[in-house]
């Protein structure tokens, strides 16, 4: 009993291990992006607005929005700051729903991921979503 705990304790420690990981996607080829988004756009249904990873870039591009939501310095995650600031000012100016919940829904059917630990603790990451690589 003793040894299946300490196995048990030990594979849930790996598998929060392993979904706080990521692997370092800056270096990707810009060809490697676009096939990723071309298989992409050929899984989402076609719409007028642009998709919510494209949305996210502006948002975190703009300096307006610096209070409430930021890229972290090495450009492969973003932050929420100021969630009521978010809530009120920025969301409205992007997104026909200004709320939190629905933008964090969006987040997560697209995706990203939540560090839960670490300097960059509770910061949100996607492989392919990268500063500077909208």
């Not at 420690?13 to 676009?34: F, P, V």
């Not at 919510?52 to 209070?67: R, Y």
């Not at 697209?110 to 910061?123: K, M, Y």
Request: net charge positive.
């Amino acid at each position: 009993s003793n040894i299946s705990n300490t196995t048990l304790k030990s594979e849930l420690i790996l598998s929060k291990i392993n979904s706080c990981l990521y692997q370092d996607h800056s270096r990707i080829t810009l060809k490697a992006i676009e096939t990723e988004l071309e298989q992409r756009k050929k899984t989402s249904l076609f719409s007028k607005e642009p998709p919510f990873p494209q949305k996210l870039h502006q948002i975190l591009a703009n300096p307006d929005n610096q209070e409430s939501i930021v890229w972290l310095p090495h450009g492969r995650a973003w932050k929420i700051l100021d969630k009521k600031n978010l809530e009120e000012i920025v969301l409205p100016r992007y997104f026909r729903s200004s709320k939190v919940a629905s933008f964090m829904r969006q987040v997560n059917n697209w995706g990203f991921g939540r560090v839960h630990f670490g300097s960059d603790q509770n910061a949100y990451y996607n492989e392919y979503f990268l500063r500077g690589l909208p």
